[in-house]
């Protein structure tokens, strides 16, 4: 697998990122990638107290958001609950050190809950918090280890879906490395653009546009990750077998929500790669699919998916210990 990176301004990805310092060290979960496999680094102490941090905040404003506004819980309280899943989750992989390092602590700052109005402004502010905390993750996920960096892309994804929305636009990518997680994510997008080809004959008006633009907004994705492939790319097949017959417009919708979501362990899995701008591409990209599926899923009357941990194995929630911990 090849390690050779061109850089990519880190200033165009990360925009802002606000770490607190912290002094334990991290257990991180044992991935299935190459890149996954170093020993965690204490460097990782500082993204991990600022995400545990984050959550909690949003944990506190949903509860006091709730407890003025009763009427709002049904729509609250399963985000709520992902957001208190997402913590749980963090603090397993924030330990204490042990034998030479029982010195070790570190300090997770005290929840903060934000001022949330009443009513629909009130729905307002809560999506602009989840959007505000999803491109939080992103940019921890660049300055993370590859194995925490897809925990938290799979948790900016979830919080992307919360807000459904999608702002602004990711730069290009360049880099050239972790072939394998490139072409899984290259072979999603292929099958992104065919099928958006396929639904959007059934949309009229507005969403025959937004699918258009999604249509062209997955080829320039699919060439970006064709761009920094240092091996043939994989190439797309001549038709794909699509999990929902499209006869209608509603249909259209089911399959758009179900074409996003399809992106996101992709770009999850490409999340953990050895190169810090390639991360922080795939976590943008899997918190984009997120919301966008979020939105067709509300076009088509369909439910929210149940999972606070989109596109993450199982196996990842819970830290391998190391030796001596």
């Keep these: 697998m090849s390690r050779s990176t061109q850089a990519l301004s880190r200033r165009a990805l990360l925009g802002r990122a606000a ?12 991935i299935a990638s190459c890149a996954a496999q170093a020993a965690p680094a204490p460097e990782d102490v500082p993204v991990l107290v600022g995400a545990i941090a984050a ?8 509860e006091a958001a709730r407890s003025s506004n009763a009427s709002q819980a049904a729509r609250l309280d399963p985000v ?18 042990s034998g030479n390092r029982a010195g070790e602590g570190g300090a997770v700052p005290s929840p903060v809950a934000a001022s949330v109005p009443a009513g629909a402004a009130g729905l307002a502010a809560l999506r602009d918090m989840e959007d505000r905390a999803a491109r939080g993750r992103m940019a921890d996920a660049a300055k993370a280890g590859p194995a925490l960096a897809q925990l938290l892309a799979s948790i900016g994804a979830c919080e992307a879906g919360h807000a459904m929305t999608v702002k602004g636009g990711a730069p290009p990518v360049r880099s050239r490395s972790d072939a394998e997680a490139l072409q899984a994510a290259l072979a999603a997008e292929h099958a992104a653009v065919y099928g958006y080809g396929v639904l959007g004959a059934r949309l009229r008006g507005t969403l025959r546009q937004t699918a258009k633009d999604l249509w062209n907004v997955h080829r320039a994705r699919r060439d970006q990750l064709v761009s920094v492939l240092s091996v043939a790319p994989v190439a797309a097949a001549s038709a794909y077998r699509l999990p929902v017959q499209v006869t209608s417009a509603r249909a259209a919708a089911q399959l758009a929500a179900a074409l996003e979501s399809g992106l996101v362990p992709a770009y999850v899995g490409l999340a953990g790669v050895s190169s810090p701008d390639l991360r922080a591409f795939a976590a943008d990209s899997a918190q984009r699919a997120s919301a966008w599926a979020a939105r067709w899923r509300s076009r088509s009357g369909a439910a929210a ?20 911990e």
Excluded at 19 to 30: E, H, N, S
Excluded at 55 to 62: D, G, M, P, R
Excluded at 80 to 97: N, W
């Design 19 to 30: 770490l607190l310092g912290g002094g334990a060290v991290p257990v991180l979960p044992w």
């Design 55 to 62: 959550e909690q905040n949003l944990i506190a404003t949903y």
């Design 80 to 97: 709520l609950a992902h957001h208190r899943r997402h913590l749980a989750v963090l603090k397993r992989h924030y330990v204490p050190g």
């Design 305 to 324: 998916p149940p999972e606070a941990f989109p596109g993450l194995p199982s196996a990842a929630l819970s830290p391998r210990p190391e030796p001596g």
